[in-house]
């Protein structure tokens, strides 16, 4: 596995956590009222039933924000080390792990990320294409590297 093809899969999990968030914050609000989950229910209208599928809905939600959650952090360390002093950010420096966890753990857009540092540190990125040479850099990196870093992962 490429160190591309990972953190595609980190952001898949980062949007999975937030879906399931979002649903079990709808849930949690009272906003499922005659909502029908397979498993339980099947548009029953028994009481017993409904609770029983959003109690189930929400078992389910809670593992997907655990299990994700589990995956970003552990791509979180691969950037930066688990004590913070460490991983692509102490290798190529901490810009390099910014642009690959603002992109793939936040699912922001290269150009979101151009736009979203120039508000913050005035130019740190000329351009989108910059901002792609560093995420493209890094990914090359940890490719060339994977034996230090993926060793669990591969």
Request: hydrophobic content about 40%.
């Amino acid at each position: 596995m490429k160190a591309r093809e990972y953190f595609e899969g980190v952001a898949r999990a980062a949007r999975a956590r937030d879906e399931a968030a979002a649903e079990l914050r709808e849930i949690e609000s009272g906003g499922v009222s005659g909502v029908s989950y397979d498993g339980a229910g099947h548009g029953s209208s028994d009481a017993a039933d409904k609770v029983l599928g959003i109690m189930a809905k929400t078992a389910g939600l809670e593992k997907t924000i655990e299990t994700s959650s589990r995956i970003m952090d552990e791509a979180l360390a691969l950037l930066y080390g688990d004590n913070h002093r460490g991983g692509v950010a102490k290798a190529l420096g901490c810009t390099f792990a910014d642009v690959l966890a603002a992109h793939y753990l936040d699912g922001q857009s290269l150009r979101d990320i151009m736009e979203h540092e120039r508000k913050i540190d005035g130019m740190r990125f000329a351009s989108a294409g910059h901002v792609q040479y560093y995420r493209d850099k890094a990914l090359r990196w940890l490719d060339e590297n994977e034996r230090a870093f993926f060793v669990q992962k591969w």
